[in-house]
């Protein structure tokens, strides 16, 4: 059996996974890049861009234009006025890499965390609680401020939490895990989807 040279070999991996429609952001290797020019390797130290890790920490891809929320922006408008990663998290539905945000640690006495897509209010800073899950935790959130979705893009069912005015996505929602909270809840979202107000509105 003749075994095939280095550049099939790149060829065929590359081919693989832009071949995958589940990978809709560049892999951590550039196998193009490296297959033209081999001394030039890029590599993008995003963790969600790995395929494997993107699949175990995100979200399923589907396009958010599918649903109809009270703000609706095209992919461009939302890229002109979020940073890359937080289109990344809240249009693409990455995630954070854990004990990484500047909320995971926060615990302010008062003050409201907003959407960082369209500022909504969200959570109130005594929603927040120390949950020791790397990302920042709320036992509950305003009233109809976040919208809850099925997410099954580990072969499991998880509840992923959007935020009901513009369907930015903020994390999931875990329940019955016995925190001791009100609501015997866990919304854990990314650091990057929220922005913090000392004032509520």
């Known amino acids: 059996m003749r075994i095939p040279s280095i550049p099939t070999l790149i060829r065929t991996l590359h081919t693989l996974s832009f071949a995958n429609n589940t990978l809709r952001t560049a892999p951590t290797i550039c196998f193009q890049s490296f297959y033209q020019a081999p001394h030039r390797v890029t590599v993008l130290r995003s ?7 993107g699949a175990l920490f995100g979200t399923n891809s589907n396009k958010m234009a599918d649903e109809k929320f009270p703000v609706q922006k095209t992919e461009g408008e939302w890229q002109a006025i979020l940073s ?42 005594q929603h927040k609680f120390k949950s020791g899950c790397g990302w920042p935790a709320f036992w ?4 109809g401020a976040v919208v809850e979705r ?9 509840t992923e939490i959007l935020c009901a005015h513009c369907g930015g996505h903020l994390g999931h929602i875990f329940k019955g895990e016995r925190f001791g909270n009100p609501k015997d809840n866990r919304h854990c979202v990314n650091s990057v989807s929220i922005n913090f107000s000392p ?3």
């Not at 963790?47 to 890790?53: A, G, N, Y």
């Not at 099925?150 to 998880?158: F, I, N, Y």
């Open 47 to 53: 963790m969600p861009s790995i395929p494997f890790l």
């Open 84 to 125: 890359p990663e937080q289109f990344r998290i809240l249009r693409k539905k990455g995630t954070e890499m854990a004990g990484t945000g500047k909320y995971d640690r926060h615990y302010p006495d008062t003050g409201v965390y907003n959407c960082a897509g369209c500022d909504t209010p969200l959570y109130k800073a």
């Open 140 to 143: 509950d959130a305003f009233p």
């Open 150 to 158: 099925d997410d099954k893009s580990l072969g499991m069912v998880r």
């Open 199 to 201: 004032e509520e509105k």
